[in-house]
């Protein structure tokens, strides 16, 4: 019997140690750190801003709003706009244009995200999708009712009426969400004309549905979504997608749905940018450090990255190893400039390490992981060893070093 000529080879992050993180364990690990940075950001507005109703009815304006911007041109662009996501998304001439086409964009968002699931229904008149599993789940509800605003942008942009016009064609509703203890996450939508329902304010999209929902059976429900079980999504008109490809799309996209669009709100509801990332650093720094308080999440990381005994806990190189897998993971091009006991340096340009999607910087990436990095380097490593990030020119140089500070958080 012949043996195999080689070893089969396989994309992967390589870490500071030589181990190698597989393609789908690195994507899936990207889409969490994503989701727990979200996390936090939806923390901060919780401090400023104690009126539920009124901060998700602030976040779902400013999603809804953004999504429509992706037309903001006029009738003229939006048409062009639709014409290409019909040509892109292999869509027949002879499907009538009508708002229910929206859910392809709600479905291969969900898919390229790893929220698993399926398409029950996908007709004019009805839309159901059921998750099994969403990354964001930990971000809470507020979260969960801004995705009906960006559906609702979705299915209003697809309806090709005028821009910026909310014409709810549909009624829309998460009638459950992991995020709010469910076991699933739900969206039904229904056509308004269809069914004799009303008009929808931003809070009224969690509300249930006019027909019965389907259930699927627990044994055939799914973990991940189709990209990281078979590497390829394919929707409802053929159209596929491959893992690389959505890998790529949401480590940028990611950020922008699920912080740059919500921060718009947030930042607003501070009395000004003082007060806004006082409190942005204090959440960060209290998250970091609670990343590695117990013992055996130190013990995990190690473990992870492969991190030799002979590299001691208080060591520096554990910290920047962590760093450099988030960075990896994220798809962010980076570099050591140094890495021995007596500190870590990791070069990164600062329109990499901002700019995951190029027209949607954001400055608080950089205001955000440094307190956060911080706080976990103090729990990780030792409060001897601090996190800090320079400019040099146009690139960040991440430092993990020692460091006394009287002021410290």
């Known amino acids: 019997m012949a043996l195999l000529a080689h070893v089969d080879t396989h994309r992967g992050v390589e870490t500071a140690f030589g181990k190698i993180i597989p393609e789908r364990e690195a994507y899936s690990y990207c889409l969490r750190t994503i989701a727990a940075f979200s996390?936090?950001?939806?923390q901060v507005m919780r401090v400023l801003n104690d009126?539920?109703?009124?901060?998700?009815?602030?976040?779902?304006?400013?999603?809804?709003?953004?999504?429509?911007?992706?037309?903001?041109?006029?009738?003229?662009?939006?048409?062009?706009?639709?014409?290409?996501?019909?040509?892109?998304?292999?869509?027949?001439?002879?499907?009538?244009?009508?708002?229910?086409?929206?859910?392809?964009?709600?479905?291969?968002?969900?898919?390229?995200?790893?929220?698993?699931?399926?398409?029950?229904?996908?007709?004019?008149?009805?839309?159901?999708?059921?998750?099994d599993s969403c990354p964001w789940d930990i971000v809470g509800s507020e979260m969960c009712n801004m995705t009906t605003a960006m559906f609702t942008a979705n299915f209003d942009i697809a309806a090709?009426?005028?821009?910026?016009?909310?014409?709810?064609?549909?009624?829309?509703?998460?009638?459950?969400?992991?995020?709010?203890?469910?076991?699933?996450?739900?969206?039904?939508?229904?056509?308004?004309?269809?069914?004799?329902?009303?008009?929808?304010?931003?809070?009224?999209?969690?509300g249930q549905p006019t027909?019965?929902?389907?259930?699927?059976?627990?044994?055939?429900?799914?973990?991940?979504?189709?990209?990281?079980?078979?590497?390829?999504?394919?929707?409802?008109?053929?159209?596929?997608n491959s893992l690389e490809w959505?890998?790529?799309?949401?480590?940028?996209?990611?950020?922008?749905?699920?912080?740059?669009?919500?921060l718009i709100a947030i930042r607003d509801m501070a009395e000004d940018d003082d007060e806004f990332e006082r409190i942005l650093r204090i959440v960060f720094a209290t998250a970091g450090k609670n990343s590695f308080v117990d013992f055996f999440a130190r013990e995990g990381l190690r473990s992870w990255l492969d991190i030799p005994r002979s590299i001691g806990d208080n060591d520096p190189r554990v910290m920047g190893a962590y760093i450099d897998a988030v960075?990896?993971?994220?798809?962010?091009?980076?570099?050591?400039?140094?890495f021995d006991g007596e500190g870590v340096e990791i070069r990164v340009s600062q329109e990499n390490f901002e700019g995951r999607f190029e027209m949607a910087p954001l400055e608080e990436i950089t205001m955000g992981y440094e307190a956060q990095w911080n706080g976990a380097c103090h729990t990780l490593v030792s409060p001897e060893w601090s996190v800090w990030i320079d400019e040099d020119d146009d690139d960040y140089i991440i430092n993990v070093g020692r460091k006394i500070d009287d002021r410290a958080l």
Not at 168 to 194: F, I, T, Y
């Open 327 to 338: 960075l990896g993971c994220q798809l962010v091009p980076h570099e050591f400039e140094a």
């Open 39 to 42: 996390a936090n950001i939806f």
């Open 51 to 131: 009126d539920w109703e009124d901060r998700t009815s602030q976040i779902c304006e400013i999603a809804n709003m953004m999504n429509c911007a992706a037309c903001a041109g006029g009738k003229d662009e939006l048409f062009q706009y639709l014409d290409q996501f019909y040509t892109d998304w292999n869509i027949p001439e002879l499907v009538k244009r009508s708002a229910w086409i929206g859910g392809i964009w709600g479905d291969y968002g969900d898919e390229a995200e790893d929220m698993a699931g399926r398409v029950i229904q996908f007709t004019e008149n009805r839309v159901e999708k059921e998750l």
């Open 160 to 206: 090709g009426g005028e821009h910026g016009a909310i014409t709810n064609d549909v009624a829309l509703n998460m009638c459950e969400a992991r995020g709010c203890g469910n076991p699933h996450c739900r969206v039904v939508a229904e056509r308004l004309d269809k069914f004799n329902l009303e008009h929808q304010d931003w809070l009224d999209h969690r």
């Open 211 to 240: 027909q019965p929902v389907h259930d699927t059976p627990v044994e055939r429900r799914v973990s991940h979504a189709q990209g990281l079980r078979n590497g390829q999504y394919v929707q409802a008109f053929g159209e596929e």
């Open 246 to 262: 959505q890998y790529n799309w949401v480590a940028q996209m990611g950020w922008v749905w699920s912080i740059s669009f919500p």
